[in-house]
Nanobody, 120 residues
Framework: QVQLVESGGGLVQAGGSLRLSCAAS????????MGWYRQAPGKERELVAH???????TVADLVKGRFTISRDNAKNTVYLQMNSLKPEDTAVYYC??????????????WGQGTQVTVSS
């Protein structure tokens, strides 16, 4: 049974930091490109960052320089380090897994999401 379980969300003041984690099970983690999406109320889900099987990263312009994605294949976990948070970063953050990097915008698997709220 495939599972992606996010953790680390919460309430933080603007300028603060959070580190999201996504623990994966039920599939060969190291063979999948992993990504983080977010969805704010009334908005479409957007891809924030992704990391390939060999560790290459891509971060959306909106969060570049503030967010960092990383993975630990030994722990089957992907992380999203979020610094200098802004109120507009408030959203539900989702972990996703894609068997091919070209498929990251249509992932094979999704997590259940974790809420991040940034107060001004």
């Amino acid at each position: 049974q495939v599972q992606l379980v996010e953790s680390g969300g919460g309430l933080v003041q603007a300028g603060g930091s959070l580190r999201l984690s996504c623990a994966a099970s039920g599939f060969t983690f190291g063979s999948y490109t992993m990504g983080w999406y977010r969805q704010a109320p009334g908005k479409e889900r957007e891809l924030v960052a992704h990391i390939s099987t060999y560790g290459g990263t891509t971060v959306a312009d909106l969060v570049k320089g503030r967010f960092t994605i990383s993975r630990d294949n030994a722990k089957n976990t992907v992380y999203l380090q979020m610094n200098s948070l802004k109120p507009e970063d408030t959203a539900v953050y989702y972990c996703a897994a894609a068997i091919r990097i070209a498929q990251i915008r249509n992932p094979n698997y999704w997590g259940q999401g974790t809420q991040v709220t940034v107060s001004s």
